[in-house]
């Protein structure tokens, strides 16, 4: 296989490059992960399900490198950074607002006002093209999402819905997005918009909401902060979907250098791209 000689490395934020889970993080691993971005072989995107105001406060508070393109609220918005500006791209609105048939936010909220346990998020975490609710963890998640999806249907709305966890608030996250505003499809469509081979891009994560991407074709890093359960998850998708060399599950068995959180990004890079992780070694250690 060629060495590709650029790479669109793709991750998400919290509790992958964000050390905000229960497990620790090696000393200098942001120190590192930043570093490596700041090459110019490289180009970063963030894949978060944060609001874009929430990711510019993320760089500030955790020291974080300014990334190329910012794919928020789950996929559903996409802006190019440059010179300090950030750019919403109308090409990526256009594309996935089809989706909805024209039925607005607003509508669709009205739409699934009959099904009582949702409850809406703040209105931060909303936006035109997501709408978002908390679950609490007891409830049947699978039997109110073939709920939801009746209602939609009905509507004649494609949607994709995402369930996630937010651990340290032990809640359950609900967003209905129009079926192709996935993070999934909106890293394939930067990485076609950049002209990036499949073998080009990188991608990291640690949630549910990243599981759709972590068992694709694209190659794809799982921290080793993610739960047991998406664990699992993510090896059996991966399988059932014929990817399992696209994936790898990064690993702690080094005490002085776990793979938790940007270290086990790092990880991935290195097992995926390894021509790009002894550059970084050398520049580190000068």
């Not at 990711?55 to 990334?67: F, M, S």
């Not at 802006?79 to 936010?105: L, R, V």
């Not at 409850?119 to 039997?143: A, F, G, I, V």
Request: some cysteine.
């Amino acid at each position: 296989m060629m060495t590709p000689a650029k790479v669109l490395l793709c991750t998400d934020m919290d509790r992958t490059i964000i050390p905000n889970g229960f497990q620790p993080e090696p000393a200098d691993a942001r120190k590192r992960f930043s570093n490596f971005c700041e090459r110019e072989d490289v180009k970063l995107a963030y894949v978060t399900g944060r609001h874009v105001s929430l990711v510019k406060r993320a760089i500030k508070n955790y020291a974080l490198p300014v990334p190329d393109f910012a794919i928020t609220d789950v996929g559903t918005k996409i802006y190019q950074i440059g010179k300090g500006s950030w750019q919403q791209m109308a090409d990526w609105e256009a594309e996935i607002d089809k989706d909805w048939n024209g039925k607005t936010h607003a509508q669709l909220k009205q739409i699934l006002r009959p099904i009582k346990e949702l409850r809406l998020q703040e209105s931060t975490k909303q936006n035109t093209h997501k709408l978002s609710y908390y679950l609490p963890l007891y409830m049947d998640k699978d039997t109110i999402i073939t709920r939801i999806e009746a209602f939609l249907k009905d509507a004649n709305v494609a949607a994709s819905i995402l369930w996630s966890v937010d651990e340290p608030k032990n809640i359950g996250l609900l967003d209905v997005l129009p079926e192709h505003a996935t993070k999934l499809h909106a890293i394939e469509f930067l990485q076609q918009k950049l002209g990036y081979k499949l073998d080009e891009v990188i991608f990291a994560g640690d949630s549910g909401n990243d599981l759709p991407v972590l068992t694709s074709h694209i190659p794809s890093v799982l921290v080793d902060n993610a739960s047991a359960e998406i664990k699992q998850a993510a090896v059996e998708l991966s399988k059932h979907n014929g990817n399992v060399e696209a994936l790898f599950l990064a690993s702690s068995s080094h005490s002085d250098n776990n793979g938790n959180y940007s270290a086990g990004v790092l990880q991935g890079v290195a097992h995926f791209a390894p021509h790009f992780f002894t550059p970084i070694n050398k520049e580190t250690s000068s």
